[in-house]
């Protein structure tokens, strides 16, 4: 019986931290929709809000997500991902993402401030919310960067990073519905 009490407590606490990680995450969503629009120059049809995108690692398929990607004359040029706690622990994620969706600026935010990754280098060049290119920057950005393209095997390689962070759940489920399904729904045949 005690056992039982014990891990109710425990499971409520989780469920809470969840809950406040949320918060914090939507919180953070709320400022960068704010200063994508209104403070850095781009329109509504360049700003995509809560990208769920599907991954293909050998024959499963799951699916990711980013908060935003924005797309500058017809090219991405940077995904965002908001997140409570530290940034440095979702950096890699960010620009895994980054890397497979070919966006050459990934960005990882709090409600606090934010961090800007160069995805080629996966190295912070900008920190706190003013560090976040305004659209003349990205503009200028993107004819100067040829893009790179990823060999197969980095492919593999960043599509297993992707999906190894958006597995752990941390403080704020991560990846489409708040958690990545690799194979089948429940009750599906594998084929």
Known sequence: MEEEIRQSKIIGILKQEIEDGED????ARGTIGYLLLEKKGYSREEVEKNVVFEVKLE????????????TVGGERAMLIKCAAGSLGSRERQAVAAARLLG??????????TAEV?????????????????VRDRIEALLAEK??????????????????????????????????????????????
Do not use: M, W, Y
């Open 103 to 112: 966006t050459p600026i990934a960005v990882v935010a709090d409600p606090v």
């Open 59 to 70: 024959k499963e398929i799951a699916h990711s997500s980013a908060d935003f990607i924005v």
């Open 146 to 191: 040829e893009p790179k393209a990823l060999t197969p095997a980095r492919i593999e390689k960043e599509k297993r990073i992707l999906l190894a962070f958006d597995a752990i759940k941390c403080c704020v489920p991560q990846g489409g519905a708040g958690g990545v399904r690799i194979g089948p729904e429940p009750g599906e045949e594998k084929s």
């Open 24 to 27: 914090l995450a939507n919180q």
């Open 117 to 133: 990754l160069d995805t080629a280098t996966g190295e912070v060049i900008g920190e706190g919310f003013g560090a976040i290119p």
